[in-house]
């Protein structure tokens, strides 16, 4: 009998609910505006107790939810009460099933009361918040979601609980429909924000590997603005759940999303600062933002230590957060100022900053609406959400802009280099022709001056009758020998009238037998310029006359030269014993040696040496210019 008068008490109870115009009908999936059926009460004691509101809900005195425009969002604002929501909800489908109430927000604590049929008290409880972990959720799911079982007809009365953990306003998105829609809808959503997460993880990578390569500020501030994008956005959208390792959830969950919010705004100040050089074309102003930076740095490091260490109970959680937000403020305002000065001083590249920001400031702007003031809402225009599209937007506009802008100054710097290049050819061109000139002179000087006097000294030697006349003639011609080979070398005369193989031909002359001289000299020494020629000259005076120095038991010298259509080729081949000869030509010591590496590196030449018991051969390639 008792059961019996229990069951058409709970019977009238679900069609008296099922009656009023406020009960949630269910068939199924549900895409309606769950807070349209939504009923609330506020505990600003905060003591209230679960029969008291069950009471004063079965007495009428919990009222609709002002939502400000039809959406799935509940605003209530800046609060620090506690609210109580009630929901009565029908199952109208023929079968059983399983419903899933979500709610989407960090810093709210839920309790569910499932209250029985008997209308004096709830036959389930469930606690659930964003610091739980996925292993201690009923549901595993980014949103905290209630499982309601139901029977077809059923129906049931739902209260809630939302008690503020580390904030100050009251807002949060809210659905209900049966667990496999959800899950369908959660796994679609899921895909979508991943690739979001998927740009910005490659962007991050893509900036550190530039980082590295280039050494450019720019790409490393990049890096450290997308990872800090990254950690917001993973608590922004819940997604850390699924990301974060769960033995690390636990540490993270403490984390304020502000904080994040702060290295945000940090890495976004150091990017403009490197994207409009603020550094070269306004020093002072760059300071001011150096020095607002470092502040807010160091104290967002403090903010991270309090909340993460467990310090946050001894404080005041919202004058902290009201405090952090305020100085995250101040560094705004500072921002803005600086970003107007560099606009009003014409700064390079600050209206492309502007232009890859716009979105984000607008999306910035309705998101501080959207979760500070109650009965205001925007819909999000694009999915998944405003500020992500508006930060990945950004991001690709400034490395687009920013790889361009150093693709100029690359090519800038590319051309200011081939013009420093072309000055250094240039001047190294008129010393060699200066030096040139000079030995001429000196050449000269030496043949009107000592020659003079030598010929003069002989004819007068030839006038006396001297007992060693014959030896002292000798010795005068032996010299005289060496004064005109030491002219020649200064200055060549034949270089320009005959030409280089003729000159070096005629340098062989001067030998006889030893060494034995042996010239191949071939192609058209037309093509080659007469500087080119006359350096030319100078590598195969340095590297004969290197031979005679320092082979030993040396009979034979090889020379050849091989005019080409694109370079020009020395070979000096000998059959001394000079094992050394390569040594030495490597080093530093001798003004001729270093004459030879000079030269040869101005027309970016190279040079081949082997040395060994049985000789030494060298070979020296120079390249016409501009071939």
């Avoid at 450019?216 to 994008?229: A, I, N, Q, R, T």
């Avoid at 959208?237 to 403490?254: A, C, E, T």
């Avoid at 160091?298 to 993460?308: D, G, H, K």
């Avoid at 930060?391 to 081939?418: T, W």
Wanted: aromatic letters at 14%; charged letters at 20%; one cysteine or more.
């Amino acid at each position: 009998m008792k059961t019996l008068f229990l069951w058409i008490f709970s019977l009238c109870w679900g069609f008296s609910f099922a009656s009023k115009g406020d009960t949630l009908r269910l068939t199924g999936a549900y895409n309606g505006y769950l807070p349209d059926y939504l009923r609330i009460k506020v505990d600003c004691s905060k003591d209230a107790s679960f029969e008291q509101l069950l009471e004063q809900f079965k007495n009428g005195e919990f009222e609709r939810v002002n939502k400000g425009n039809v959406s799935n969002v509940v605003n209530i604002g800046v609060t620090d009460c506690n609210h109580w929501f009630a929901l009565v909800v029908k199952n109208e489908s023929e079968k059983p099933e399983d419903y899933l109430w979500g709610f989407y927000n960090d810093g709210i604590q839920f309790t569910l009361y499932e209250i029985n049929k008997g209308l004096d008290g709830f036959e389930r409880k469930e606690r659930l918040s964003h610091s739980m972990s996925r292993a201690e959720r009923q549901v595993p799911l980014r949103s905290l979601s209630y499982r309601i079982s139901m029977q077809p007809g059923e129906s049931k009365l739902l209260l809630v609980k939302t008690e503020l953990v580390g904030r100050n306003n009251l807002y949060f998105p809210t659905d209900i429909s049966t667990e496999t829609d959800i899950l369908w809808w959660e796994l679609d959503y899921s895909f979508l924000l991943g690739r979001y997460f998927g740009f910005f993880f490659f962007a991050a990578i893509f900036n550190f590997i530039l980082f590295i390569i280039l050494r450019k500020k720019f790409y490393g501030m990049m890096m450290g603005y997308l990872l800090s994008l990254i950690a917001f956005n993973l608590i922004e959208y819940l997604h850390d759940l699924y990301l974060i390792p769960g033995w690390l959830y636990p540490f993270w969950s403490k984390i304020p999303k502000e904080f994040f919010l702060g290295l945000i705004l940090i890495f976004n100040i150091k990017v403009f600062q490197n994207f409009i050089n603020l550094k070269k074309s306004l020093p002072k102003l760059n300071r001011i933002l150096e020095i607002s930076v470092s502040a807010v740095l160091v104290i967002s490091m403090l903010y991270f230590l309090i909340f993460t260490s467990g310090w946050v109970a001894d404080f005041s959680v919202s004058g902290l957060k009201l405090f952090y937000n305020a100085i995250l403020i101040l560094l705004v305002g500072i921002f803005l100022f600086c970003i107007f000065i560099a606009v009003r001083n014409k700064i390079n590249y600050v209206w492309h900053y502007l232009g890859g920001n716009i979105l984000l400031f607008a999306s910035l702007i309705i998101y501080l609406l959207n979760h500070n003031f109650p009965f205001f809402h925007l819909k999000q225009f694009i999915m998944p959400g405003n500020l992500i599209f508006s930060l990945a937007f950004e991001i690709v506009y400034l490395m687009i802009i920013f790889m361009l802008k150093y693709k100029k100054d690359f090519d800038e710097f590319s051309r200011s280099l081939i013009r420093v290049e072309n000055e250094r050819k240039l001047l190294t061109e008129e010393l060699i022709s200066v030096q040139e000139k000079e030995r001429m002179r000196i050449a000269q000087d030496i043949h009107d001056g000592i020659g003079g006097a030598f010929q003069a000294f002989r004819f007068l030697l030839s006038q006396e009758n001297l007992k060693n006349g014959d030896k002292l003639q000798s010795v005068l011609k032996e010299i005289n020998s060496d004064f005109k080979q030491l002219i020649h070398r200064l200055s060549p005369k034949g270089l320009q009238s005959h030409g280089l193989f003729k000159t070096i031909e005629a340098d062989a002359l001067i030998y006889e037998d030893v060494p034995k001289v042996e010239l191949n000299l071939i192609g058209d020494e037309s093509l080659i310029p007469l500087s080119m020629k006359i350096n030319l000259y100078r590598i195969y005076q340095e590297l004969f006359t290197n031979a005679l120095k320092h082979a030993n038991q040396l009979t034979h010298v090889y020379i050849s030269i091989a005019v080409d259509t694109e370079d020009v080729r020395l070979m000096v081949e000998d059959n001394g014993s000079q094992q050394v000869n390569s040594t030495l030509f490597q080093s530093s010591d001798g003004h001729g040696l270093s004459n030879i590496r000079s030269r040869i590196a101005y027309y970016k030449g190279d040079i081949h040496i082997h040395s060994s018991i049985t000789g030494t051969t060298i070979i020296v390639n120079l390249p016409f210019p501009n071939t």
